[in-house]
C-alpha cells in the first residue's frame, strides 16, 4: 500500500517509512513532488491538530491515504507560546537563531522554564472515513544557553532530564527514542495498522 506524507522532506519521508514498516510491512511513503501535489499548504489552524488536518488533507488529494504533522514547543511560563507559531516565533522568515533569540528574551529572569515538544500527526483516507489523530509530548526544561550541534529548531535549547541532555546533544536514534515526534508516529502506526487489519478481516468476511 501508498500513503503520501505532506512534505518535502526526504528525512521525514525515511523517518516515516521506517517506523511505518515495522508495523505495516509493505508500506510505501511518497512525497507531494511524488505524486504531482503542488503549491503552498497554509496552515492556519489554531491548534496542531488542526495544521495536521489541513495538511493530511492537501497530501489525500493524491487519491491516496494522505498524512500530515504538525509540531512546536510550548513553554508553561508563557502560556504555551510558541506553540503552532514555532516556526515564526520571531517573524514569518524567522530562522532557528533568531527565534531561539527571541525565546531567551521572553525567559529572561524567569525561574520557570518548564516545556514540552508536542507533535500531531494525522491521517486522513480517501475514502472519507474518519480520520486517525494522535499527539506525542516530550516534557523538558529551557536552557539559558545553547548545547549541541545536531537537531534543529529548538533542540539546542530543550533540555531532556531523563538522558542528561539537549535534543541537540542527542544522536539521531536517542531523540527518536524520546522525542514528541518519535511518540507521534509510533501511536500513527499501531493505529493505522490496527484499522488496515479490521478492514482486511470485515473483506475476508463478506
Not at 507560546?81 to 516565533?89: F, H, I, L, T
Not at 539559558?144 to 546533544?169: H, I, N
Request: net charge negative; proline share 3%.
Amino acid at each position: 500500500m501508498k500513503a503520501v506524507l505532506a512534505s518535502h522532506n526526504k528525512h521525514k519521508i525515511a523517518e516515516l517509512q521506517r517506523l511505518l514498516s515495522v508495523y505495516i510491512p509493505g508500506i510505501e511513503i511518497l512525497s507531494l513532488a511524488d505524486v504531482g501535489l503542488e503549491g503552498e499548504i497554509v496552515e492556519d489552524g489554531k491548534t496542531f491538530g488542526e495544521n495536521a488536518l489541513i495538511k493530511a488533507n492537501f497530501a489525500a488529494r493524491s487519491g491516496l491515504i494522505g498524512i500530515g504533522d504538525d509540531s512546536g514547543l510550548c513553554v508553561y511560563a508563557l502560556d504555551g507560546a510558541p506553540g503552532v507559531y514555532s516556526a515564526r516565533y520571531a517573524g514569518e522568515n524567522a530562522n532557528d537563531k533568531a527565534n531561539n533569540e527571541k525565546l531567551l528574551e521572553a525567559l529572561k529572569g524567569e525561574p520557570n522554564r518548564e516545556a514540552k515538544f508536542v507533535c500531531t500527526v494525522a491521517c486522513v483516507f480517501p475514502d472519507g472515513s474518519d480520520p486517525i489523530v494522535v499527539e506525542g509530548e516530550t516534557e523538558g526544561e529551557i536552557l539559558c544557553v545553547p548545547r549541541g550541534e545536531s537537531g534543529f529548531g529548538y533542540d539546542p535549547l530543550f533540555w531532556f532530564d531523563f538522558d542528561g541532555k539537549t535534543f541537540a546533544e542527542m544522536s539521531e536514534d536517542e531523540k527518536n527514542a524520546v522525542s514528541h515526534r518519535g511518540k507521534a508516529i509510533k501511536k500513527l502506526a499501531a493505529a493505522l495498522a490496527q484499522r488496515l487489519g479490521n478492514e482486511n478481516n470485515s473483506t475476508e468476511n463478506k
